[in-house]
């Protein structure tokens, strides 16, 4: 059975079950592939070139979820955009993906009231399915396009690697659905009749209103960025009592910490972690692995994982060629997994894209190393400054910071002078509450710092923080934190 096939099955079967939750609006099953159904109809009428995506612009409505489900049933890939991006970089992603229909909550209700059902336009594994806009070095937002394949491909993985209850699952989605770590909660649970719990921008915001949702959610599988489990351990109530059902935590998007990964353990004894890696050009995640008190202990840095089965995970130097285990290169994604490339961009898509022996491999720009069988990562290849002649790996310093045990969560910004780099500072969340005298704790962190990094790796000043401010996509902010060095 097909992809959407079996996501039409839990209709038939399980008409009146919650398909998706979010801000006290739910959607049924039977509800979601009736109207995917019918949304599917009215797309096939309109006059769209087949090849053309849609673009799905909302945040967190359920109307959403039959937008992509209704586009994939037309044939046609959807390009999520949430209400929250500004409008002239909407138009612009607009004008990049060539979309000749844009589809709202509001849009989607009207369609569906008068629609017909579908013909038969869905696709097959070399469709495209989705297409994530990401950020772009030249300020303009590029395309990543995902495959019906590539998505089969990561949901068979993640599938029986995690042994979803099929039916029984009820997901937490954080992340906005323009940001590809949505795609772990949301088709996992579509595809094995589950619930999807979704946290709007408001419930993040609010400490109080984020409690209340997860308290009642009666969550089985947490999937976040590790930013949003640090936020919620600020708070000795996070724990199993408030989340009793929770049988997992699966994180991607960002680094886990160890500090953060042991708190998780100590207070959900009964829940699985993992940590997972991927960039959005490889479809969510690659790599994943449980984290245990063993690991904990062997490794001051978290790994990342190993690969899903059918793909391999390089690590490579400049020319290509493999490094040494425990040495750093660059990290490189061979496998069914990878993007076919950036839409309408032939020249982005040769610099980093490429076929190995048959099969589609892609250079991620990301430090790595391998140890024990165990990939690790070190940051960004482009996150590097240089201060006082020095070359700076932002990352690197993070990594280190973040393995000592008194911090829960570390962050490394620039101090820009006359228009350049000038000193480095570091905002810090400390593992058991504020600071009481801030001075004495960034000394005691400067010391244990010197002995895993050069002076001039070194922070100028720590800042202490009870927690990291956050951006729309659940990672850390850090256009806020460097704001924060002039306020």
């Not at 029986?160 to 909660?185: A, C, H, K, P």
């Not at 490094?323 to 839409?343: A, D, K, Q, T």
Request: hydrophobic share 40%.
């Amino acid at each position: 059975m097909d992809l959407l096939s079996r996501i039409d099955a839990w209709g038939q079967s399980s008409p009146e079950k919650v398909a998706y939750r979010s801000e006290g609006a739910e959607l049924t099953w039977g509800r979601l592939v009736r109207e995917s159904n019918a949304l599917a109809g009215a797309i096939a009428k309109a006059d769209i070139a087949l090849d053309s995506p849609i673009v799905v612009r909302g945040h967190k409505q359920p109307e959403l979820i039959i937008g992509y489900l209704g586009c994939a049933k037309a044939g046609h890939a959807y390009v999520p955009v949430d209400a929250g991006v500004p409008e002239a970089r909407v138009e612009r992603i607009i004008a990049a993906a060539g979309a000749q229909l844009v589809l709202t909550p509001e849009k989607i209700r009207e369609l569906v009231v008068v629609a017909d059902d579908a013909p038969s336009r869905r696709g097959d594994a070399s469709s495209p399915h989705y297409v994530m806009f990401t950020s772009g070095s030249t300020g303009e937002p590029k395309g990543v396009v995902i495959t019906r394949g590539c998505l089969e491909a990561f949901l068979d993985w993640t599938l029986r690697e995690q042994q979803f209850t099929v039916g029984g699952e009820i997901f937490l989605n954080q992340v906005i659905y323009s940001f590809d770590v949505s795609v772990m909660d949301t088709w996992s649970s579509l595809v094995t009749g589950g619930t999807v719990v979704s946290l709007t921008a408001g419930d993040v915001a609010d400490f109080r209103r984020l409690f209340d949702v997860l308290a009642s959610s009666d969550i089985t599988t947490w999937v976040s960025t590790p930013a949003l489990a640090q936020l919620c351990l600020g708070d000795r109530r996070f724990g199993a009592d408030m989340l009793p059902r929770l049988r997992r935590f699966l994180f991607c998007g960002d680094v886990l910490t160890p500090e953060v990964a042991t708190q998780l353990i100590d207070r959900f004894p009964s829940s699985d972690v993992w940590n997972t890696y991927g960039p959005t050009e490889a479809t969510v995640a690659t790599t994943s692995v449980r984290v245990t008190r063993d690991m904990l202990s062997r490794y001051p840095q978290l790994p990342i994982g190993v690969a899903m089965p059918g793909t391999s995970v390089l690590v490579e130097d400049e020319r290509g060629n493999a490094v040494p285990s425990g040495s750093r290169g660059e990290i490189v994604i061979v496998g069914p997994n990878v993007s076919p490339g950036y839409l309408g961009r032939p020249d982005l898509t040769s610099r980093v894209f490429s076929v190995r022996n048959g099969v589609r491999a892609y250079r991620t720009g990301d430090w790595g190393s391998e140890q024990d069988g165990l990939l690790f990562f070190h940051g960004r290849m482009d996150n590097q400054v240089k201060i006082a002649g020095h070359r700076i790996e932002l990352g690197d310093i993070e990594v280190h910071l973040a393995s000592l045990a008194s911090v829960r969560a570390a962050a490394v910004v620039v101090a820009n002078k006359n228009d350049r780099p000038d000193s480095l500072h570091a905002f810090v969340v400390l593992a058991d509450g504020p600071a009481i005298n801030e001075r004495e704790a960034g000394a005691a962190l400067r010391r244990e710092l010197t002995a895993l990094l050069p002076a001039y790796m070194l922070p100028r000043k720590f800042h202490f923080l009870e927690r990291f401010p956050l951006t729309s996509n659940g990672k850390t902010d850090r256009k806020a934190l460097t704001a924060m060095l002039t306020a």
